[in-house]
């Protein structure tokens, strides 16, 4: 069975760090790019970050962009997403997704996380 796993989410200070992990089973991760995304309460799922299979080529949105850092592990089989700085912006629901190449397209890629909760608050 392929999936993918995230963890790592929880309840956070504005300004504190987390890390998120996507941890697949029943495939290598190392054939795909990973994307992370997440989905704020009310609004669309919006593209975070990613990173082609290799981890050569990784890409922020402008948001995120100098407090947030993707990496990959691939004797591990995990993706992560480490979060710096954060902000009550930032709170929402994180997925990690698996695709064929790098995209900002949520349609692009083929396996979803069930997706970890990421609350910024004093």
């Known amino acids: 069975q392929l999936q993918l796993v995230e963890s790592g989410g929880g309840l956070v200070q504005p300004g504190g760090s987390l890390r998120l992990s996507c941890a697949a089973s029943?495939?290598?991760?190392?054939?795909?790019?990973i994307g992370w995304f997440r989905q704020a309460p009310g609004k669309e799922r919006e593209g975070v970050s990613f990173i082609s299979s290799r981890g050569t080529f990784t890409n922020y949105a402008d948001s995120v962009k100098g407090r947030f850092t993707i990496s990959r592990d691939n004797v591990k089989n995990t993706v992560y997403l480490q979060m710096n700085s954060l902000k009550a912006e930032d709170t929402a629901i994180y997925y990690c997704a698996a695709g064929s190449y790098t995209s900002w397209r949520p349609t692009t890629y083929h396996w979803w996380g069930q997706g970890t909760r990421v609350t910024v608050s004093s």
């Open positions: 029943g495939f290598t991760l190392d054939d795909y790019a």
